[in-house]
């Protein structure tokens, strides 16, 4: 029989993405609520995966009361407006027009608002974990040097980018047209200021994830963030790593019936399987 690379993945299912393993669902989400950092990446405008992310955080609830929800799609200087939120000091239209949801994500909120409800309804703490847009084009044009510390949003600059790292981008980018990018290389496909600003959305994550682990009896901390921030331990887990926070654990969704253990080995600690033709509503 010959030898394949290729692991079936059922739906409704768990697999380690390196070993090819089904794994159980309870046994996993007790194994990572001994985490300190939980990431669970998505599609922005999937419903479905806003779906599992929320799914996975009951069950992370239900092992420990302890825990937080950190979200990119807020940035820190809406925090005060999160806190009103959850302490139910805000009805939802007035929430979404507080933190200017339209200027700041722009996608629609009926994505987003189960989570929002379910921080409100069990007392979870939200987190802002995003930074001023501007910055993020700042640091990209004229890199973290230009910048004054005062105006780093309380951030502290990137470790700087693997050549591992720079290729997976350059995959994400010249995927689209691979045969005109055949001979590209990452540094022609992806320049250092596209490299500078990715990093800084990776590093402000990484800073404000950080700065909720630096409080005493601090939570468990659930990050919700755009996969390509988390896949192959890139991204912001690099970041968590260079400001010496361990135990963190990347949770993604899956959509295809099988993984291919080679290209997908270490993409994240565990893929689940979405029901097929689930949809995006």
Request: one cysteine or more; a negative charge; glycine letters at 8%.
């Amino acid at each position: 029989m010959p030898q394949t690379n290729h692991v079936k993945h059922i739906p409704a299912s768990w697999i380690d993405p390196s070993s090819g393993d089904i794994l159980d669902h309870s046994a996993l989400i007790a194994r990572m609520a001994t985490q300190r950092v939980i990431l669970l990446g998505e599609t922005h405008d999937r419903y479905d995966i806003h779906r599992w992310q929320l799914h996975v955080a009951a069950g992370l609830h239900a092992h420990r009361k302890d825990i937080a929800m950190g979200f990119e799609m807020f940035p820190r200087r809406v925090q005060p407006i999160l806190d009103e939120w959850v302490d139910g000091r805000l009805d939802q239209d007035a929430f979404l027009e507080k933190v200017e949801w339209d200027k700041v994500w722009g996608f629609a909120p009926d994505l987003y608002l189960p989570l929002f409800h379910f921080c409100r309804e069990f007392g979870v703490p939200m987190y802002a974990l995003n930074c001023r847009r501007a910055l993020v084009t700042e640091v990209g044009k004229e890199g973290w040097e230009a910048i004054a510390l005062e105006d780093r949003d309380g951030l502290t600059p990137s470790k700087p980018a693997t050549p591992a790292y720079r290729k997976y981008l350059a995959d994400l980018v010249g995927g689209a047209n691979l045969a005109a990018n055949a001979k590209k290389t990452p540094e022609d496909l992806i320049s250092d200021r596209f490299l500078r600003a990715q990093q800084t959305w990776d590093r402000a994550f990484a800073c404000n994830i950080a700065s909720v682990l630096a409080e005493p009896n601090a939570p468990l901390m659930i990050g919700i963030i755009g996969r390509g921030h988390l896949e192959y331990g890139h991204g912001t887990p690099f970041q968590l790593e260079d400001l010496g926070i361990d135990d963190v654990s990347v949770l993604l969704p899956n959509d295809t019936p099988e993984v291919d253990l080679i290209t997908q080995e270490g993409i994240a600690d565990a893929l689940f399987r979405l029901t097929p033709f689930a949809g995006s509503t």
